[in-house]
């Protein structure tokens, strides 16, 4: 991630075009960096999964079988298997059109994907085995592949798609943060906690010695 951040920022500053020098002949830098990504998915992947293999070895973590742990590709392979077959088997080759737009669609479905993920794992719930903002995805890139529209329809279809899921991702990570910071009674950008009125306190105040009288019981 912070390679990729540095990534971002160098284009940035200096433009594509400091990813044009050549390191060989023939070869750019940016050649070298597409396949340093590609090294370190297949590092990566099977590193992974021998962790997994570890974990049940020695009995640490939740132990769950083999399907539940592998649970999370699912959503992975069910966004990347429309994505790249809009992108081969476009009529128009519609990538070529806006690249920029068609890779920052994918990149803000993916970065959903894996929020939902973070936040299942932070609640000790079970991944989802599909996300619905793949919905619209499929419904679009099949409604290209079949009936080939002319290359300004399938500009405006992307458009309006990648629109909606930025507002849809937006929207998602507006209220996680609302939600845990309603659950840690914390305000958002702020270190003060709000002031509890009296009729919150003492209910908070008899929440607590009830649990405590419970447990005491226990004991």
Known sequence: MMTSMCIFLVTAVGGSKVWQVYVAEEFPLSGLLEISLYLSMFVSTPMSLYRLWIARKDGVGPMLNYVEMNRPFLPLV???VPITC???LSPQQVIDEDPRCFFFLTGT????????????????????????????????????????????????????????????????????????????????FSIRKPVLDVSESSAILAADTSQDGSELLID
């Open 78 to 80: 069910a966004l990347f």
């Open 86 to 88: 809009w992108a081969v």
């Open 109 to 188: 479905l993916f970065s959903n994907v894996c929020c939902r993920l973070v936040v299942r794992q932070m609640t000790n719930t079970q991944a989802e085995s599909f996300n619905w903002l793949l919905a619209p995805l499929y419904f679009v890139s099949s409604m290209v592949l079949i009936t080939a529209p002319s290359i300004e329809w399938e500009v405006a279809l992307l458009r309006t798609l990648t629109t909606c899921v930025t507002l849809a991702h937006i929207h998602y990570a507006v209220c996680v943060v609302w939600q845990l910071a309603d659950h840690l009674n914390i305000r958002v």
